[in-house]
């Protein structure tokens, strides 16, 4: 079973920068679909960004495309959120979450993703 594990999270300034990562374990990275995902207090999970197996394409939320840079380097196992521009409303828990193999296409939906990380913090505050 396919593991993730993120990290990079903390607390920055509005209009600062942080890098997620997310590493795998057990298992090949290059069968599945990446989608990094978040959580604020009271709200729902909603997707933020993804990435299809080749790290070819790549989807956007739109209130944080520009600002967000997803790509992968599936030798290492790892993902990574290049996030800059951060503004309060960027405050949640950042998860990473893998797609079922069966899957090709990058969604933003929760739909299909089997596999989730622990989450990391991130807190975006003056």
């Known amino acids: 079973q396919l593991q993730l594990v993120e990290s990079g999270g903390g607390l920055v300034q509005p209009g600062g920068s942080l890098n997620l990562s997310c590493v795998a374990s057990?298992?090949?990275?290059?069968?599945?679909?990446i989608g990094w995902f978040r959580q604020a207090p009271g709200k729902e999970r909603e997707g933020v960004s993804c990435?299809?197996?080749?790290?070819?394409?790549?989807s956007y939320r739109d209130s944080v495309k520009d600002r967000l840079t997803i790509s992968r380097d599936n030798a290492r196992k790892m993902v990574y959120l290049q996030m800059s521009r951060l503004k309060p409303e960027d405050t949640a828990v950042y998860y990473c979450a893998a797609r079922a193999r069966i899957f090709d296409e990058c969604s933003l939906s929760r739909a299909g993703y089997a596999y989730w990380g622990q989450g990391t913090q991130v807190t975006v505050s003056s």
């Open positions: 057990r298992l090949t990275l290059d069968s599945y679909v």
């Open positions: 990435i299809n197996k080749s790290g070819s394409r790549t």
